[in-house]
């Protein structure tokens, strides 16, 4: 049985930043619980978006990307091989390189991830209307493009 929740601390509910960081654990846990159901965690999913998106790239660069460590970055893609969802070669041009594509197989789980997790909208955030939202989350990429401007573009919310 699981422990009853305790109220947490005033000065805790009334930091932005602290309820930021608890609504991700919450929106993470849900999502990663959707991309599970197709063996992928939530790093090969945001892998195979990239590729789906912008085509055969280079794994370090795949890895720079999304902010993830290079070292981690290769046990994600060989599960995703090994699943035959990617295709990795050796880069013809530098043979050190790992030029990584999405294969059919690839793009056929990704939309059904895709879908899934576009079925499970507006999950943790059940609570607000779809107004409210999309309120959020014009400010949270409002915040994010100020800070890492060459990932996020205001524009797109």
């Given at each position: ?16 930043s ?40 280079c ?59 576009d ?26 493009a ?12």
């Amino acid at each position: 049985m699981a422990a009853p929740e305790a109220l947490l601390p005033s000065a805790l509910r009334n930091r932005t930043s602290y309820v930021l960081v608890k609504l991700t654990a919450l929106a993470r846990q849900q999502s990663a619980g959707h991309v599970a159901a197709w063996g992928l965690n939530q790093h090969q999913h945001a892998i195979l978006c990239c590729l789906d998106e912008f085509g055969p790239a280079c794994q370090k660069d795949i890895a720079a990307r999304l902010g993830v460590d290079v070292g981690d970055t290769v046990s994600f893609v060989d599960g995703l091989q090994r699943a035959g969802l990617i295709l990795r070669e050796r880069d013809e041009r530098d043979r050190r390189r790992q030029i990584l594509t999405l294969t059919a197989a690839g793009r056929r789980v990704l939309g059904e991830v895709e879908d899934q997790l576009d079925a499970a909208e507006p999950g943790a955030l059940a609570a607000l209307t779809a107004a409210e939202r999309a309120a959020l989350h014009d400010y949270a990429v409002r915040v994010l493009a100020a800070a890492m401007p060459g990932a996020w573009s205001a524009d797109e919310a």
